[in-house]
């Protein structure tokens, strides 16, 4: 578990030139969205992934998940925005919002992916930033996330300000 206050978030503190041809918007339920946003979480679990689904993830599963998500999102509970290249559905991120009240302080990241053929070009940075960015227009002071400590995504997460907040056994 990994945890980052926010404060001052710096829009543009350390963009990759690459994301000059990259937009991130939020996205919307659509059978498209949907089935690009299983695509890539496809691709991203079998190529070893941890994003809580094992290989081989069925698409019946992968477009069930989806479903699920941007209707959260329709109701306002969470924010899931895509980064764009051309046409191409290039990296996605979760804003969780659906907080107890005693947490309305908090935001959680989650579904953090990248296509691997757009990874090292800054997208996945870009889309944290995003998602900073709306958890700080709805009053959220910290973020927090779940991560695999090892083989996982721990040394990007530090890199962008987020601290241990704790190690889960397995």
């Not at 926010?6 to 990759?16: F, I, K, M, S």
């Not at 979760?94 to 053929?117: F, G, V, W």
């Not at 889309?127 to 040394?155: C, F, H, Q």
Request: proline letters at 5%; glycine letters at 8%.
């Amino acid at each position: 578990r990994a945890a980052r206050r926010l404060r001052d978030v710096d829009p543009a503190r350390g963009v990759n030139p690459a994301m000059s041809q990259i937009e991130i918007e939020p996205l919307s339920a659509t059978p498209k969205i949907r089935d690009m946003l299983s695509e890539i979480m496809i691709e991203v679990v079998a190529n070893g992934g941890s994003v809580c689904f094992m290989h081989p993830l069925e698409q019946q599963t992968a477009n069930a998940f989806w479903d699920e998500s941007l209707a959260a999102a329709a109701r306002g509970k969470r924010i899931v925005l895509g980064a764009w290249d051309g046409e191409v559905l290039a990296g996605t991120v979760t804003l969780l919002l659906d907080c107890p009240p005693n947490q309305s302080h908090r935001a959680e990241i989650a579904k953090l992916m990248t296509r691997p053929s757009h990874r090292g070009r800054g997208i996945a940075a870009g889309l944290m930033r995003a998602a900073e960015k709306n958890a700080v227009e709805r009053a959220r002071t910290l973020l927090v996330l779940d991560t695999a400590a090892e083989d996982g995504a721990s040394g990007f997460y530090e890199r962008l300000g987020f601290v241990l907040a704790g190690t889960i056994p397995d």
